[in-house]
């Protein structure tokens, strides 16, 4: 956190989600070999109705490479939405 700006408090965050996936070639069900999928978030600060938008790309992830994506991706996206709000309030 820098010098001079508040946190914001979680209680006026919502998060959206939604996430997809997509299969090429028939592979056994099991099979995460051909299996795409994709991740996007936006954080909104109520009070201000600040958002901020990010997304994991589409892609071939393995179960625990995508929990550790959508985890930056939201530490990611809780800093911007920070940053935001203190600028459209105007802390320095």
Do not use: C, F
């Amino acid at each position: 956190m820098l010098y001079g700006q508040r946190r914001i408090d979680p209680n006026d965050v919502v998060l959206s989600k939604s996430w997809g996936t997509s299969q090429g070639r028939k592979v056994p069900s099991n099979s995460r070999a051909t299996v795409w999928t994709s991740y996007t978030l936006e954080v909104v600060h109520i009070p201000t109705n600040v958002r901020a938008l990010g997304e994991v790309p589409e892609g071939s992830y393995s179960r625990a490479e995508m929990i550790q994506l959508r985890q930056q991706l939201y530490y990611r996206l809780v800093r911007d939405l920070e940053k935001k709000v203190n600028l459209y309030l105007q802390i320095r």
